[in-house]
Structure formats: C-alpha cells, structure tokens
C-alpha cells in the first residue's frame, strides 16, 4: 500500500510526463504547420508564420489553434491556388476538423466549470449525478479532440503534398502531358 506522499508523488510525476508529451506532440504538430505554411508566399497570407508558434500556450492556444487552422492556412491556400479543386477540397476539410478541434477543450472547461459550481452549491443528488455525467463527457470530448487532431494533422500534412504537386506542375507545365 502506498502512502500519501507516494500517491501525491506518483500523481505528480504521471501528470509531469503527460505535459511533456503534450507539449512533445505539439511542438511536432507546429512544425508541420510552419512548414505548410512557409510554402505560401506572404501575400496570399494575413498573418505572419510565428503566430502559429502561440499555439503551445495553454488556454490561448485553442483560440490560437482556431485562428491559425480555421481561417488563416486555408484561406491563404485558397488565395494561392484558387483554381485546384483538390486542394479546396481539402482545405475545406481541414477548416471542419480544426473547428471541432479548437472547440474540444473549451467544452472541457466549461463542463469542469459546471461541475465545480455543483460542488459550490452542495446539492449531493446532483454532485454524484454530475461527476458521472461528466466523466462520460469528458470521455466523448477527449476522444473526439484525438481524433480532431489526427484528422488536423492530416489534412495539413496532404494539403502540403498537394501544394507542392500543383507548385511543381506550375513550374513544369509539361509534366501534365506524361
């Protein structure tokens, strides 16, 4: 059995390693970002390529997240490439998904917020009611936040490739001929 303090330890340190691997995955994430977004000149852009670096900072980075995967890279890739359907198409995708993906973790701390101001007012049936409620919640919000994610993280990493194949049949006009 476990004291206190190894408990308290033990929760500290898994905590610990969950930030870091957050913070490891989303300094990977930006960098695919960057690059995506290095790839379109500064004209077809409204913001500059370091604002997706504020991604990384708690709380700000949803909203940040929103501005930068939802209007900023899409918009300016449409601006670029107005008449690839592929690309569109994609960068429609990419706007749904960041939405529900800037969305999640609001929705987190809004439900965390509820069930705090239960516990404020003291009311027993509804304490328990909403700490299970929440914890199935909280559950769905999670896993659609991954999966949000993954699907973001996609849709930048395929919208680069196909930026790069209309660059290059930009540039080489005869390749469409092959």
Known sequence: MLSTQQNMLLIMTTIGFSLLVNIIIKVFFILSINKTSKQIPKQYKKFSDWLVWLIIIPFFGSILSLITLYFNLPNAIK?????????????????????????????GFLFLFIIIIVKIINIPIFIYTTIILYTIISFVIS??????????????????????????????????NQ
């Open 79 to 107: 601006r670029y490439f107005p008449n690839n359907k592929h690309i569109t198409s994609i960068c429609n995708s990419l706007r749904r998904w960041s939405l529900i993906f800037a969305l999640m973790p609001v929705l």
């Open 143 to 176: 896993f659609t936040f991954i999966i949000s994610f993954c699907l973001c993280w996609s849709k930048v990493i395929a919208v680069r490739i196909m930026m790069a194949m209309a660059q290059e049949i930009q540039d080489k006009p005869e390749l469409l």
